[in-house]
């Protein structure tokens, strides 16, 4: 079947096996070749894609909650969607959770994803009490902080490289609504921007839209949303009406002037201050995930998600130089976000170091690459890194530069899988 | 509302009994073959939506058996889905009856064996719904799959029959008409994306069917105008198809 990831780049034939319980797996691994699994699809590039991958799709069962505690045990197939659809309207919500809800538990794990209050929760790792993984020789493994530690290191943010993740324990945070309570700040440029993260550090929740064209003086200006649980309102959320991108957008519909223009219109759109307003998890979390198939807007070549993180010290001067740097060159990105990270964790492979993260979208075209090469450069000039799960094209060279714990991310794959049974085109790329 | 499941472990009729538990608050008799795999997914339907699910041993094509299996229900179901099904193999059924006279069997016979119990049974209460997934492979022969097809249409037509016989009682019976499904049983074979429904799609478009009271429902819809088509090729036309 075709698959591909969510920025639809590249495309690819691949052959999909799914499963509904563990004891079918060994004799899927039996099978010659290299496996990768695919859950959702929603890591941006190539890191779920081989030509034989393995679905979660139906490996998608809750098995126990503990309402005392919080904890669910589940498959690595459910969606974080179903476990908020599921637990929400019982007090409980993710502990942390990225800025889509239609992802894996498990892709979650692989990802070791980060979200808008990274700076006090950390990545999605440190909610998973346990999990059973699969490793290339059909044995199961159980895996937590304490048990079989390295693995478990090298699993979260290891992108699915050591094993199949079947069962997961995670540890639900108790809410008293199903809103938020927001403050947002109209912020002029970078220098403010940086200054309200800092000064708001205390928010349980932030992240910043930024307008990635503006020049000169206004250059970062942004858009800072900031949120705490609220204390009231209903646990149920309000129903959704959900709208679609029933096609691709024709060829020239993205482009500097248009992204520009958008970015002026958006920015400008918000208020210079809003305080506490109380509003849905949905559309605080999630506000694409209303929208069906959005990465259609990019047209039929795909996109990409360029995410850089860059250590606290070095981070204003190497935004300030990659935002020149896309300002000139004008390739437009209208979903770009900015967010202060809090300390890295132990996770051999996981993304997030204290500083600025940046993401920005590009659509494919032919001279993206080359452009996204030169802001590699200034990215490991200022010592940063970039995202796996949003990678489609980075060279080699830059990931190991970027990862300096890879060699006991290797050293962990060596013991367990010597044979590199798993692997994605994406870690055949990296030569991970 | 209490539902039985009959052939509960296909992707199809777990996502439908997600359905029912969820919107109708219906308890649920999950049953299938395979009891183990049933016990994880009925424990995942108690948790999501607060309802009973029983995971019960039924073998469809164990005709014997039908009867005292519908006698153990207690309470009565209010509502029966007959969701079992075998693809087989067209290719061994030609050289091996054995292996039709299954095809026929697990589609068809095991089907009418049990659901002429249940119909007995909701005549006499002059209540309950009776949900039989058929295919619209039953519609017309073709040489990739003229077996199951046949056992199919069988199937839908004793489904009309049933429905014109209870209809007086007010025991509803619809008749679903699937197309292609990405389930195990199609896991193997070459689906066109576009036309190709996820079981959880196919689901919402039944327990729509069963809120509006349709007689028959096509999944997708655009399956219904797929057919007409097919069905209007005129025989000496399609006869030299390679369907």
Known sequence: MKLSGWGRYPLINAKAVSFESEAELPAVLSVAGEWIVHAKGRSYGDSALNQQVITTRRYNKIIAFDPQQGVVECESGVSLAELIDVFLPRGWFLMVTPGTKLISVGGAIAADVHGKNHHSAGCFSSCVLSFQLMSADGRIVHCSPTENRELFLATCGGMGLTGIILTVRLKLQPVKSAYIRETILRCRNLEEVCGAFEQHRAFTYSVAWIDCLAQGSQMGRSILMLGENAETGPRQLPPVRRLSVPVNFPRGCLNRYTVRLFNRIYYGSHPAFVENRLVPLEPFFYPLDRIDNWNRMYGASGFTQYQLVLPKAASFAGLTKILDRIGKAGFGSFLAVLKLFGPENDNYLSFPMEGYTLALDFKIERPLFAFLDELDRIVLDHGGRLYLTKDVRMPAQVFREGYPRLHLFAAVRDKWDKQRKFNSLQSKRLGV | ?243
């Open chain 2, 1 to 243: 509302m209490n539902l039985l499941v009959l052939g509960a472990n296909s992707d199809v009729a777990f996502a439908l009994a997600g359905r029912f538990a969820q919107f109708e608050k219906a308890d649920l008799y999950l049953a299938s073959r395979n009891v183990t795999a049933l016990e994880k997914k009925a424990r995942d339907l108690t948790i999501r939506h607060g309802i009973t699910a029983t995971p019960l041993f039924f073998d469809a094509e164990d005709c014997k058996s039908h009867a005292d299996f519908y006698e153990s229900l207690k309470p009565k179901p209010d509502g029966v889905v007959a969701a079992f099904g075998y693809l087989g193999d067209q290719a061994a059924a030609q050289k091996d009856f054995h292996q039709a006279r299954r095809i026929f069997h697990a589609n068809f016979i095991g089907a009418v064996s049990i659901l002429e119990i249940v119909a007995a049974d909701f005549e006499r209460r002059g209540h309950g719904f009776i949900i039989g997934l058929s295919s619209v492979a039953g519609q017309r022969g073709r040489q990739s799959n003229y077996f199951y097809g046949a056992a199919k249409g069988a199937f839908s037509i004793y489904l009309s029959g049933l429905r014109n016989r209870l209809a007086p009682r007010g025991v509803k019976v619809i008749t679903v008409l699937p197309g292609f499904i990405r389930t195990k049983m199609t896991e193997s074979m070459e689906l066109p994306e576009k036309l190709t429904a996820l079981p959880e799609e196919a689901a919402r478009d039944i327990h729509r069917a069963f809120q509006k009271s349709k007689d028959i429902v096509y999944t997708r819809w655009f399956w219904k105008w797929i057919m007409l088509v097919i069905r209007s090729i005129p025989e000496p036309v399609f006869k030299r198809l390679r369907l």
